[in-house]
């Protein structure tokens, strides 16, 4: 029997813990919707509690400067599909690994948006790393 189209454009699982699935709907909605996204925002108040704003701020700056970094399309799911596209499994590589090798995050950032010049988006990943190590959340590996 043939694999369903959807299996091709989906090949990842969405991650099982929290924080990586709650990271993953707020940048969801960031890209369809906007950084500002009031849907996103709760997100990150449900799980980051009264600590939610600095990640929140710095998914928000992460994505504006993965979106000017980029020079093609990064494809995103719609916002509860079950399954994560390619693209979305980088992001979440370079979000959580940014922390502790910045050479791999930068050689995965390069690959993501087909540039050689991201120096902007991996310090905003590494700060986002940083920012969820100080709120003592558990990242994911």
């Known amino acids: 029997m ?6 091709c454009l989906l090949p990842m699982p969405v991650p099982n813990d929290r924080t990586s699935r709650t990271v993953l709907f707020a940048l969801r909605r960031m890209a369809v919707h906007g950084v500002r996204d009031a849907n996103a925002c709760w997100l990150m108040l449900d799980r980051f509690s009264t600590g939610f704003r600095r990640p929140l701020i710095l998914l928000r700056d992460f994505m504006l400067e993965l979106s000017h970094a980029s020079r093609g ?3 995103v799911a719609p916002c509860c599909t ?24 930068e050689d995965l950032l390069v690959e993501l948006t087909r540039n050689p010049g991201v120096a902007e988006a991996l310090s905003a990943a590494a700060v986002f790393g ?12």
């Open 2 to 7: 043939n694999e369903p189209s959807g299996a």
């Open 73 to 75: 399309p990064i494809r």
């Open 82 to 105: 079950p399954r994560m596209t390619e693209h979305e499994g980088l992001i979440l590589r370079i979000l959580f690994g940014a922390t502790n090798d910045l050479a791999a995050t």
């Open 130 to 141: 940083r920012s969820l190590t100080a709120a003592a959340i558990p990242k994911a590996a």
